[in-house]
């Protein structure tokens, strides 16, 4: 598949592109700055010279082209609206994955907030009304995905009020190694999803791990 990444050059984007161009995905790094995105792009094809990673960074814009109608929005939660903003005709009939999580670090703890419509995603769905917008991602630790040689195992938690786009989104999710994605429902579940990162973050820095979701009775990993 070809998938874009919208603000790709942080550290969730990176890691998300590795994984994803280590499991034969050719993944376009967007940024507001292109030149950025190429320099990211040669530093993680430089980290993992024998991989042969199909990477390639551009301006946010060309990465939605370059996503052939995937694309996932990759920025801090509070740029999503700012990003997708002026790419909404270009992103009509593509499926937006959004990883945004609202999130305020107190102290020791990440506390969760309450964005426009209830979550990051029901926020994006509503300013991309021609767009599927698929929530996913929310608990994936960026530090271990871009360590490919990281043996990572993470259920990833997909909700949105598009079935079939959802679907292949958990598709996506199983063609990389160490992930399994879990459809979760509609849209609806987003808020909680994404709430419970301010768990997980206050958990990892208690106990200054890089933990993820795993959860017991499904079925076996493959
Ligand atoms: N970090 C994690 O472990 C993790 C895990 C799961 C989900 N998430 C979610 O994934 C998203 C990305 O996380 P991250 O840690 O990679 O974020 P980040 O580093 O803060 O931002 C990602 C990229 O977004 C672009 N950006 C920053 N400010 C922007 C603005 N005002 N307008 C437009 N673009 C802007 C930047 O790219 P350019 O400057 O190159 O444009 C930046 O490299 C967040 O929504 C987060 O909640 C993160």
């Known amino acids: ?30 940024s507001r700055d292109a030149a950025r995105a ?22 946010n814009a060309a990465a939605v082209a370059a996503g052939a109608g995937t694309v996932v929005l990759a920025t801090p939660w509070e740029a999503a609206l700012g990003t997708v903003a002026d790419l909404g005709e270009d992103l009509a009939g593509a499926t937006v994955v959004s990883v945004g999580n609202a999130l305020v670090r107190q102290g020791r703890e990440a506390h969760a907030l309450v964005p426009p419509r209830g979550s990051v995603a029901a926020m994006v769905q509503a300013a991309l009304p021609a767009s599927a917008v698929v929530a996913a991602g929310h608990h994936l630790p960026a530090r271990s995905l871009a360590d490919l040689d990281h043996d990572l195992r993470s259920d990833v938690l997909v909700c949105s009020d598009h079935p079939e786009a959802a679907t292949a989104v958990v598709s996506l999710l199983d063609s990389v190694p160490g992930l399994r994605g879990v459809a979760a429902g509609s849209l609806a579940q987003a808020a909680a999803i994404e709430a419970f990162t301010a768990v997980l973050v206050t958990v990892n820095m208690t106990h200054r791990v890089h933990s993820t979701l795993q959860l017991a009775g499904l079925s076996a990993w493959a």
């Open 1 to 30: 598949m070809h998938i874009g990444i919208l603000g790709g050059t942080g550290p969730l984007g990176r890691g998300l592109a590795v994984r994803l161009a280590a499991a034969g995905h050719q993944v376009a790094i967007g």
């Open 38 to 59: 190429t320099a990211v792009c040669e530093e993680l094809r430089g980290a993992w010279p024998d991989r042969s990673l199909a990477l390639a960074g551009m301006g």
